[in-house]
């Protein structure tokens, strides 16, 4: 099993873990007297360009559910986590070259660690979204469906998917130095392939096929299951398992392999 | 008892010309292939066992290999072939300052290196004192302050009387002991004769033929990679200087 000595060997280190997420933290918030706000405001923004754009210009509320705020503000919040994280974890072994050659601590322990970081923000926000939830339910548009259990699946399920996809990038980004600028794009590319915006049965058909193979996609789907009671799209939602495992999978052995070439060049 | 350093057949293989390093842009207009597979053994067939207590020094010339190998003690290199064998924790007084970081505080620095170095919070409140009067007062005058505001020397006294309370049984040593100024290299010299006394093991690195004949009673010698000596310290000074001088 592939695995478990990986995951036995973070636990083991869960106290250096927990030391450096709160130094991530604290270098975070510690330099700007706003500092959670940032967290927050920056997704924000986002849903309100998207929300103006979408609903005032477009009049396009037909390719969300309704309420359409709560379910970009869902959307774009979730989206962050997994982008920053992307973007982070392909710098996590360069950035921190002088600790990654001087301490002997399991290697993998560099990706989680930012995933945990983003992880925690992405829990701080998570009260601007219910705060969305309350006012909508209050005004009477939506309401809680027993459906909402689905989302703490969803942020575990995430944060092996960030944890996978990190696995990956973090090597290979010390040895093929353009990996970074790939990223930034395929991130990009990936906003609009994901069904953060647009609701998957807004796609054309063909579109809604090659969705199920974006993981983010079901994972958006638990996230919104307790609030927008439509019908459940459980392909999608199998098919991120899928893809999660195998990613965490290929992720590890990915590491695992590379782990020594890149020792030699930090 | 079984050693608690153990090499067998180690061997590691680097990339000689340029940095493994590829960019999209010679993908695209080269072709993949165009990546040199000029290689060189930076340390090969190295095969040795330091017992408990033991002090070890390393000798050899610029590049023969001398701080990867203490590095693949130390566990932050792997090797390409054979591997090596560390029973017991390690301090390693390699890169000293590298768990620091330079907008922190020096009091923030001390407890997150502590951390990475496997200390509880507990721990650290426990020794900070002991860690801060080695160090001196005109850094415990500076615990408040950003790290980067520190002198190179004050910043390598703090991660030297870190590592050194760190306890574990093994020390490497890379170096490090031309640090600081006078007074303070006679503290460091003073704690690690105390560490040795106390029972543990040292295997250092350095071209300091004093700071070796203190410390180390085996030497072992490095010649390109290869080990070519094992023995009584004084020995392998001589057979190493009497290689320089027949080079030169």
């Known amino acids: 099993m592939i695995l478990l000595p990986q995951a036995r060997g973070i636990i083991a280190r869960r106290q250096v873990l927990d030391t450096l997420v709160r130094r991530d933290l604290h270098v975070r918030y510690a330099g700007s007297p706003i500092g959670y706000l940032w967290t927050i405001l920056d997704p924000l923004a986002m849903a309100l360009i998207y929300f103006v754009v979408f609903t005032y210009i477009f009049e396009a509320r037909r390719v969300g559910y309704q309420p359409y705020v709560l379910f970009i503000v869902i959307g774009v919040l979730a989206w962050q986590w997994f982008s920053q994280c992307a973007t982070e974890t392909s710098r996590a072994l360069l950035a921190e070259s002088r600790l990654v050659r001087s301490t002997n601590l399991p290697r993998e322990l560099w990706v989680v660690r930012i995933v945990v970081a983003k992880g925690i923000e992405f829990l701080l926000s998570l009260p601007v979204m219910f705060g969305f939830a309350i006012f909508f339910i209050a005004v009477g548009e939506t309401k809680i469906h027993y459906r909402i259990l689905l989302m703490p699946v969803a942020i575990v399920l995430q944060f092996l998917l960030s944890v996978g996809v990190g696995l990956i990038l973090a090597p290979v980004t010390v040895l093929f130095t353009d990996m970074p600028r790939i990223v930034r794009i395929a991130l990009r590319m990936g906003f609009y392939a994901t069904p953060i915006i647009y609701g998957v049965h807004a796609a054309p058909p063909v579109l809604q096929k090659i969705l199920l193979l974006n993981p983010m996609a079901g994972i958006l789907e638990m996230y919104r299951a307790g609030f927008f009671p439509h019908e459940l799209n459980v392909p999608s939602i199998i098919s991120s398992f899928v893809i999660t495992f195998v990613t965490l999978i290929a992720g590890t052995i990915v590491f695992k392999r590379l782990e020594a070439p890149v020792l030699k060049e930090i | ?248």
Request: glycine fraction near 12%; charge should be neutral.
């Open chain 2, 1 to 248: 008892m079984r050693p608690v350093i153990e090499s067998k057949d180690l061997g590691i293989e680097f990339y000689r010309s340029r940095r493994r390093k590829m960019s999209l842009r010679e993908i695209v207009f080269k072709g993949k292939n165009l990546a040199p597979k000029d290689t060189f053994w930076a340390l090969r067939n190295i095969s040795f066992t330091v017992e408990q207590g033991e002090a070890v020094g390393l000798v050899g010339g610029n590049g023969s290999g001398k701080s990867t190998l203490l590095k693949m003690i130390a566990g932050v290199m792997i090797p390409d072939e054979g591997g090596v064998k560390v029973r017991g924790g390690v301090a390693p007084l390699i890169e000293l300052t590298g768990g620091f970081l330079g907008e922190l505080t020096a009091r923030d620095n001390l407890y997150l290196a502590g951390g990475l170095h496997g200390l509880s919070k507990a721990q650290m409140d426990e020794r900070y004192d002991e860690i801060v009067d080695f160090a001196g007062p005109q850094v415990r005058a500076g615990m408040d302050m950003a790290y980067r505001h520190f002198s190179s020397g004050m910043q390598v006294r703090l991660a030297f009387a870190l590592i050194t309370t760190l306890d574990e049984p093994i020390v490497l040593v890379d170096e490090v002991l031309a640090v600081g100024d006078r007074a303070f290299r006679e503290k460091c010299y003073l704690r690690m004769e105390n560490m040795l006394a106390g029972g543990k093991t040292l295997f250092m690195v350095s071209h300091s033929e004093a700071d070796l004949r203190r410390f180390a009673k085996r030497g072992l010698y490095l010649q390109q990679g290869t080990l070519v000596g094992d023995g009584p310290v004084e020995e392998i000074i001589e057979q190493y200087n009497a290689d320089a001088d027949a080079a030169r």
